[in-house]
């Protein structure tokens, strides 16, 4: 090899790295557009048997008896469990992720509509779906509670009989028979007091309604017990399967040496593929009970019913300022309704989950947040719909609170941020609430954003519409996500730190595999870590490859969901890499003949530091470690990182949305969306701004249309997607995006995370706007969804129509 003439091909060679900062195509897509993904719903084993559930009608009943005789009679069934079936085992009931229990069925009442009563085993899905209709169920009906603000009432109904007269909470002392914890975060004595002594307060409640993720792929797996090596292997669709892993052992006694758990192809998560569902167990009871394969796969009724929904959160905001509009102090309570049983998917230390991150990108001297859990006849389950454990929440509380502050005083919306802002001189910054900010430049970020949309000329149009009787809404974000979860002193599932791994291999010609404790869901993994890797080896990230979700091969990780996968499991990536890349520095030395110290790095080689041509790339180094290595030096190119990252980054953005709103009939129109991102260090811009625009959508349809709201019965109203809004191509806005880079200053290679961003920071600047578009006549607040018929009706309410 001539290495003169490599040396003289660096760039070109940079170039075919395709590494970090390169906007290639994603590896994976090759396959998914041909068909050829491979999806729990695809698993075929011979002797498979099918599962489908009992459900129940009601939101709060007591089951007098359960008659299987019918359905066990059906030619193809093979069984019908209820929760006396599973008492013997003990998994009738078991542990949730927020230090809770949870019915695997439904033991001798239920607790919210379709709750699982009982589990059918057939020959086939349909076969199960005619039998689930001959079991009959007797139930006695019990008042129903659906309203938080009502269940701590001295006559609420008493939801969770197995808790009667247990005061010690997971998380906190219980003041109530439905009340799950207490949780506060702050100085109160402090914040009181300035308050009480303050030039300016506001104050603002707002609800944000359930909503439920809604990937393409619903919850299902395939369990497979056999009897013989006693081994379970299970195909599921799970965002954490190495903690699938660990509560299947717990559970079923299995040791965890014998339990495999496979996430094959996952079609999108967004938070509700992180817990454990009563159908998983009931289908790994089932095959070991038969001695078979069972496959579950919930449709989509049940997957808006009962998987684990988002939000449902009452929240009051409080500011305390000065004339000129300077925060003093911030106050924040929550009423958090939890469902039939707390089963959030939240760090175990903080049961409403980050929600302390509410301080937002404002320098607040003192802060006080209160959150109260409640029970209520509702599916458990509260999950962090792409977001980061209840920041969605926080940013909206106090954007919304900061909207009114501005409206009170009559600044500017953009003017009162500015004054407010973490400077960036001030980085790394505690926030009131026990948070390290790393980093931020959220001056620059907002100043390009009104620069780039005239904001000014949006103001004076705004003013022109307004003196003609037309409403257009101008909504404005700067918010600070949190993501990276986590340290493991701030974040466990079950006791297990919230690290990520990586394990690289340089195989003798060059080429890496790498084995991730994350997985994938549709983010493009297998594209962003080998490019991570290609620029820290120096080998082209096309002879890369990466492999996740089979706990048998992968090291243990805490999977996928809180934009967690960059900042942890990319960290983990980079710091794998480095170790590789030291050892082949030793490899080169050797090679060259010279001391470690005489070398440095160039792209994908090591070279004698001023003597032209003596070098060696990493193709040569990866071919040495096999068979020619320093003496004393084990073979091969490898390594390991369990990464538990020092802190958890944040990323920010500044949000801008134009909307007009039709007086007569309540629809609007969003004429513009504007969205600029810091996310750090861009591994693959254009991965980035995919992220964006799915996060943005998502933002558009909780905003402007999702709910599940409940009648008095408890009834799920809108658990169909001839109800849920799902948006297609015809409703969704255009989207403009926008940058900035402000590396995180911990990261190894500065990268923070996105996926989520675009979410969290979209949905207070639709509300934004559309509070807008009305707050010239006195409108401060207005719940979500947006939809023609509330505004319709607020119109109505302002007699709006009738001006003209």
């Known amino acids: 090899m001539d290495n003169a003439n490599d040396a003289n091909n660096a760039p070109e060679a940079e170039d075919q790295l395709k590494g970090v900062g390169c906007s290639r195509k994603r590896k994976e897509d090759a396959r998914f557009i041909q068909g050829k993904g491979n999806y729990v719903d695809d698993i075929k084993m011979p002797g498979m048997l099918f599962a489908d559930m009992v459900r129940s009608p009601y939101a709060h009943a007591r089951i007098k008896s359960i008659n299987k005789e019918k359905a066990l009679a059906l030619p193809g069934v093979h069984a019908v469990l209820t929760a006396d079936d599973l008492k013997p085992l003990n998994l009738h009931w078991m542990p949730t992720l927020a230090g809770d229990v949870q019915a695997v069925l439904a033991d001798e009442k239920v607790h919210f509509q379709y709750q699982e009563v009982a589990v059918v085993v057939a020959d086939n899905r349909y076969i199960a779906a005619d039998a689930i209709e001959l079991v009959e169920v007797e139930y006695e009906e019990l008042p129903v509670l659906v309203d938080a603000h009502k269940a701590m009432d001295e006559d609420a109904p008493v939801l969770r009989e197995d808790l009667v007269g247990k005061m010690d909470g997971a998380h906190s002392k219980r003041v109530h028979d439905n009340h799950i914890f207490n949780w506060q975060a702050g100085d109160k004595d402090a914040t009181d007091r ?122 009051t905001g409080e500011i305390a300022a000065d004339s000129e509009g300077h925060i003093k102090a911030l106050r924040v309570n929550v009423l958090a309704d939890h469902g039939a049983f707390d089963a959030c998917a939240d760090p175990s230390k903080f049961p409403a989950g980050l929600m302390h991150i509410c301080t937002g990108s404002y320098d607040v001297p003192v802060a006080h947040l209160n959150v109260d859990g409640v029970y209520t006849n509702k599916a458990p389950g509260g999950v962090a719909y792409r977001c980061s454990f209840r920041v969605t929440e926080a940013v909206y509380v106090i954007e919304r609170t900061m909207d009114v502050l501005a409206q009170k005083l009559g600044i500017d919306k953009a003017e009162i941020r500015r004054r407010n802002f973490i400077k960036a001189e001030q980085f790394p910054y505690e926030t009131a609430l026990g948070w390290e900010i790393d980093s931020g430049d959220y001056h620059t970020a907002l100043d390009k954003v009104l620069e780039a949309c005239d904001y000014e000329g949006l103001r004076r149009e705004q003013q022109e519409k307004r003196e003609k009787g037309e409403l257009m809404g101008i909504g404005l974000v700067t918010f600070t996500e949190i993501v990276g979860a986590g340290p493991t002193r701030n974040c466990d599932i079950l006791g297990v730190g919230m ?15 790498a084995r991730m ?93 001023g003597v032209p041509g003596q070098e060696k790339t990493m193709k040569e180094i990866a071919w040495a470690a096999y068979n020619d290595r320093p003496e004393g030096m084990e073979p091969g190119l490898e390594a390991v990182d369990y990464y538990d990252p020092p802190n958890f980054t944040y990323p920010f953005g500044t949000y801008l949305c134009v909307v007009d709103i039709d007086k007569y009939t309540g629809v609007t129109k969003v004429r513009r969306f504007y969205a600029l991102d810091d996310c750090g260090t861009r591994i693959n811009p254009m991965i980035i701004e995919g992220q964006i625009h799915g996060g943005l959508n998502e933002g558009f349809a909780v905003a402007m249309g999702q709910e599940l709201p409940f009648d008095e019965q408890g009834n799920i109203l809108g658990n169909t997607l001839m109800d849920y809004f799902i948006p297609t191509f015809v409703e969704t806005p255009t989207w403009e995006t926008d940058y900035t880079v402000t590396p995180s200053p911990h990261h190894p290679i500065g990268a923070k995370g996105v996926a989520e961003s675009p979410h969290v920071g979209s949905i207070p600047t639709f509300t934004s706007a559309i509070v807008d578009a009305f707050s010239h006549l006195g409108t401060t607040h207005l719940d979500m969804p947006h939809n023609a018929y509330r505004l319709w009706k607020h119109i109505r309410e302002l007699d709006l129509d009738k001006r003209s």
């Not at 690290?499 to 595999?513: L, M, N, Q, Y």
């Not at 620029?535 to 969901?561: F, K, M, N």
Request: hydrophobic share 35%; glycine share 8%.
């Open 194 to 315: 300035v308050f009480e002594q303050a030039e300016v307060t506001v104050k603002q409640d707002m609800y944000y309604p359930r909503v439920h993720p809604s990937p393409l792929e619903t919850c299902g797996c395939v369990a497979s017990f056999d009897k013989v090596n006693e081994h379970l292997t299970v195909y599921i669709t799970s965002q954490a399967p190495h903690v699938v892993r660990t509560v299947v052992s717990m559970l079923s006694g299995i040791p965890e040496s014998k339990v495999r758990i496979v996430s094959p192809d996952i079609g999108g998560g967004f938070g509700n593929k992180v817990g454990v569902y009563p159908g998983y167990v009931v289908s790994i009871v089932a095959s070991i009970v038969l001695g078979v394969p069972v496959k579950w796969v919930e449709n989509r009724m049940e997957h808006l019913s009962t998987t684990a929904f988002a939000r449902d959160y009452h929240m």
């Open 499 to 513: 690290f990520d791994s990586a394990e690289i291999r340089v195989h003798p010609t060059g080429s890496v595999i």
């Open 517 to 609: 404790g994350t997985i994938t869901q549709g983010q493009g993994h297998q594209t962003t870590y080998a490019q991570i890797i290609a620029s820290e080896l120096g080998i082209p990230s096309d002879e890369i490859s990466i492999e996740e979700g089979d706990t048998d091969t992968a090291p243990y990780g805490l999977g996928t969901y809180g934009s967690r996968s960059t900042p942890v499991g990319g960290a983990a990536t980079a710091v794998a890499a480095r170790k590789i890349r030291a050892k082949a520095q030793k490899i080169a030395a050797h090679l060259l003949e010279v001391s470690e110290q005489d070398l440095e790095w160039d792209v994908d080689r090591f070279k004698v530091k």
